[in-house]
């Protein structure tokens, strides 16, 4: 089981810019897909990005230009860039972790995830 712990979230002028942290521990999280989601108040939760466990990476078209992942194996965590926000990207944000052989299909499908953060509030607003 991989614990994680998301941070980085904050309140933020249209424009503005944030990097969210996704912080692995209990394992080594180098074989695992990460992805971040959001979930606005009154929506459904919102698959963002990913980054396999090869290092490709996916990026919805709502986030595509703006949003940035990687990950640091020397520090078990993987990053969010976010740039240009709008007040649509008001969220709360979490990521989660995903070993399992179909883990690409289960994004799609809305299903990846065998581990999540508590998740991280981003708010932008002027």
């Known amino acids: 089981e991989v614990q994680l712990l998301e941070s980085g979230g904050d309140l933020v002028r249209p424009g503005g810019s944030l990097r969210l942290s996704c912080e692995a521990s209990?394992?080594?999280?180098?074989?695992?897909?990460i992805a971040w989601f959001r979930q606005a108040p009154g929506k459904e939760r919102e698959g963002l990005s990913s980054i396999w466990s090869d290092g490709n990476t996916y990026y919805a078209d709502s986030v595509k230009g703006r949003f940035t992942i990687s990950r640091d194996y020397a520090k078990n965590t993987v990053y969010l860039q976010m740039t240009d926000l709008r007040p649509e990207d008001t969220a709360v944000y979490y990521c989660?972790?995903?070993?399992?052989?179909?883990?690409?299909?289960?994004?799609?499908?809305?299903?990846?995830?065998?581990?999540w953060g508590q998740g991280t509030q981003v708010t932008v607003s002027s």
């Open positions: 989660a972790a995903d070993q399992r052989d179909d883990y690409i299909i289960r994004f799609f499908k809305g299903s990846f995830g065998s581990d």
């Open positions: 209990g394992v080594s999280f180098d074989d695992y897909a």
